[in-house]
């Protein structure tokens, strides 16, 4: 008695593996053209109706925007706050734009509008100063200087321990000096090493060094991002698809940061920071593939 399987079995298996294989490339193939699907977002229906409906007046200055007002960081009359969600963060976020920087094509409003208790934008030249906080502050930028996101702890810890020897009066006698020293490195070292704020730059590329390069900005540890592609629709010529928007480089550093420093499970925390640039990416995709020039306008 023959062991092998019918013919029109085998015939049934290949064409079963055949149709996993073909569905297997299409759902990569799906995944590769909209990277942005399997977010835990809240209902963008709120989103939905103000794209219908179109510009509305902001409650503040008057003036007609899409969404929100890109001036005054709040949500037009269209789009009601509390239909909005609310981003709880891990740290304080700053973000300083360059004056060039034309707001409407920013993306750094929306870190302010989802999350405004934790996120302050600033205008160069107009920033902070962070000289005493260098312990527990970092700016993200590429560079030869710059560490991993896994390595800030350690970095920080070390920068505590730089300040405390920097502050050791050198008058002292060298035995008292030295206790001193031990005595307040020990302490040291039971201190908080956590970030307790992170920096971002709004620009372009080609105008981010007149900020990098600000002494103001020169003592913080850099923080350079895992490299990821953009989906950001205003890609800036000449540059690799792994230059972020604003918007992804601060959601891409809060996803890495709750898993290499909180040692936590990221179960999509963050995932609304992109409630706005998730809704505009689909909607100029679909406006490409239509040929919609009027809706690609008006995200514009």
Same mark, same amino acid.
């Not at 909005?84 to 870190?111: F, Q, R, W, Y």
């Not at 050791?168 to 008292?176: A, F, I």
């Not at 706005?276 to 008006?298: H, P, T, V, W």
């Given at each position: 008695?023959?062991?092998?399987?019918?013919?029109?079995?085998?015939?049934?298996?290949?064409?079963?593996?055949?149709?996993?294989?073909?569905?297997?490339?299409?759902?990569?193939?799906?995944?590769?053209?909209?990277?942005?699907?399997?977010?835990?977002?809240?209902?963008?229906?709120?989103?939905?109706?103000?794209?219908?409906?179109?510009?509305?007046?902001?409650?503040?200055?008057?003036?007609?925007?899409?969404?929100?007002?890109?001036?005054?960081?709040?949500?037009?009359?269209?789009?009601?706050?509390?239909?909005?969600?609310?981003?709880? &963060?891990?740290?304080? =976020?700053? /973000?300083?734009?360059?004056? +060039?920087? #034309?707001?409407?094509?920013? *993306?750094?409003?929306?870190?302010?509008?989802?999350?405004?208790?934790?996120?302050?934008?600033?205008?160069?030249?107009?920033?902070?100063?962070?000289?005493?906080?260098?312990?527990?502050?970092?700016?993200?930028?590429?560079?030869?200087?710059?560490?991993?996101?896994?390595?800030?702890?350690?970095?920080?810890?070390?920068?505590?321990?730089?300040?405390?020897?920097?502050?050791?009066?050198?008058?002292?006698?060298?035995?008292?000096?030295?206790?001193?020293?031990?005595?307040?490195?020990?302490?040291?070292?039971?201190?908080?090493?956590? &970030?307790?704020?992170? =920096?971002? /730059?709004?620009?372009?590329? +080609?105008? #981010?060094?007149?900020?990098? *390069?600000?002494?103001?900005?020169?003592?913080?540890?850099?923080?350079?991002?895992?490299?990821?592609?953009?989906?950001?629709?205003?890609?800036?010529?000449?540059?690799?698809?792994?230059?972020?928007?604003?918007?992804?480089?601060?959601?891409?550093?809060?996803?890495?940061?709750?898993?290499?420093?909180?040692?936590?499970?990221?179960?999509?925390?963050?995932?609304?920071?992109?409630?706005?640039?998730?809704?505009?990416?689909?909607?100029?995709?679909?406006?490409?593939?239509?040929?919609?020039?009027?809706?690609?306008?008006?995200?514009?």
């Amino acid at each position: 008695m023959s062991v092998n399987p019918p013919i029109f079995l085998k015939d049934k298996e290949e064409n079963n593996s055949k149709f996993v294989e073909i569905q297997q490339s299409q759902t990569t193939s799906i995944g590769a053209e909209d990277p942005l699907q399997n977010l835990c977002l809240a209902s963008q229906e709120v989103l939905q109706k103000a794209q219908q409906s179109g510009r509305s007046k902001c409650l503040k200055c008057g003036g007609s925007r899409m969404f929100y007002c890109y001036t005054c960081y709040v949500p037009v009359e269209n789009v009601p706050i509390e239909q909005m969600p609310l981003v709880k &963060l891990p740290l304080k =976020i700053d /973000i300083i734009k360059h004056p +060039n920087e #034309t707001d409407g094509k920013s *993306t750094a409003v929306h870190a302010k509008l989802l999350a405004p208790e934790f996120v302050n934008i600033y205008t160069y030249p107009c920033i902070p100063e962070y000289e005493e906080k260098d312990h527990e502050v970092a700016l993200v930028f590429p560079g030869p200087k710059s560490i991993s996101i896994k390595d800030l702890s350690f970095h920080l810890q070390k920068r505590i321990q730089n300040n405390v020897r920097d502050k050791n009066d050198p008058e002292k006698p060298s035995v008292k000096r030295k206790k001193t020293e031990e005595q307040d490195l020990n302490d040291s070292k039971g201190q908080d090493t956590t &970030l307790k704020k992170i =920096i971002f /730059i709004d620009s372009t590329w +080609n105008q #981010t060094n007149k900020i990098f *390069t600000d002494e103001r900005l020169q003592g913080l540890l850099q923080v350079e991002l895992k490299t990821r592609k953009t989906c950001f629709w205003r890609h800036q010529k000449g540059k690799p698809d792994t230059f972020l928007s604003t918007i992804e480089a601060i959601y891409y550093f809060l996803v890495d940061y709750h898993t290499d420093i909180l040692k936590e499970k990221y179960q999509g925390q963050y995932d609304n920071l992109l409630f706005f640039y998730s809704f505009m990416y689909q909607l100029i995709k679909n406006a490409k593939c239509s040929g919609d020039k009027e809706m690609r306008k008006l995200i514009h």
